[in-house]
């Protein structure tokens, strides 16, 4: 048999621009969670409206904001994925502070117009996925301090299906 309980309440997020597509419009657009590698039993929980959360004891506090971090490129507001994709922690996250998180961004750095004289026509880009790593100063801490840096981005013409989860093999 299955057996549901509530876990835990999150709080209300908003997709950035506003949204048009009703689906979007909800409490919180919880897309994941999974327990931290690093045996304190805290889990961790990305919100597609930006918010990575760390949840202990059915309590969930806002570790890393991560539309605030890439503000005012950050995109959550068309497609059923866009936002904060997932986030991923090395398997040694409790030595090294390591962890990756996938994100979407427009308009900003979207990139340059297609090139109208290439050959296939190029469809412009729509938004690009980004795989950032971060290196917290102090794992332990239940709000993010250290560093960053970007390891991938890929524009994709549209909306739909850009980077989601990203993990360890």
Same mark, same amino acid.
């Given at each position: 048999?299955?057996?549901?309980?509530?876990?835990?309440?999150?709080?209300?997020?908003?997709?950035?621009?506003?949204?048009?597509?009703?689906?979007?419009?909800?409490?919180?657009?919880?897309?994941?969670?999974?327990?931290? !590698?690093?045996?304190?039993?805290? %889990? @961790?929980? &990305?919100?597609?409206?930006?918010? +990575?959360?760390? =949840?202990?004891?059915?309590?969930?506090?806002?570790?890393?904001?991560?539309?605030?971090?890439?503000?005012?490129?950050?995109?959550?507001?068309?497609?059923?994925?866009?936002?904060?994709?997932?986030?991923?922690?090395?398997?040694?996250?409790?030595?090294?502070?390591?962890?990756?998180?996938?994100?979407?961004?427009?308009?900003?750095?979207?990139? !340059?117009?297609?090139?109208?004289? %290439? @050959?296939? &026509?190029?469809?412009?880009?729509? +938004?690009?996925? =980004?795989?950032?790593?971060?290196?917290?100063?102090?794992?332990?801490?239940?709000?993010?301090?250290?560093?960053?840096?970007?390891?991938?981005?890929?524009?994709?013409?549209?909306?739909?299906?850009?980077?989601?989860?990203?993990?360890?093999?």
């Amino acid at each position: 048999g299955l057996v549901l309980q509530e876990y835990a309440q999150f709080p209300k997020t908003e997709p950035i621009p506003a949204p048009i597509d009703r689906r979007l419009m909800r409490h919180a657009r919880i897309n994941g969670l999974g327990e931290l !590698p690093d045996g304190s039993g805290r %889990t @961790y929980v &990305p919100d597609l409206n930006g918010p +990575l959360y760390f =949840v202990e004891g059915g309590e969930p506090q806002v570790y890393l904001d991560v539309a605030a971090e890439f503000a005012p490129e950050f995109f959550s507001g068309r497609g059923m994925g866009s936002g904060l994709g997932f986030a991923a922690f090395h398997p040694d996250f409790e030595d090294n502070g390591t962890f990756y998180t996938v994100h979407t961004e427009r308009p900003g750095n979207a990139g !340059p117009p297609s090139d109208p004289t %290439t @050959y296939p &026509p190029q469809t412009p880009t729509f +938004l690009h996925s =980004v795989v950032t790593e971060w290196v917290a100063d102090d794992p332990a801490s239940d709000t993010f301090s250290g560093t960053s840096r970007e390891v991938l981005r890929l524009g994709f013409a549209g909306q739909v299906h850009a980077i989601q989860q990203i993990d360890f093999n």
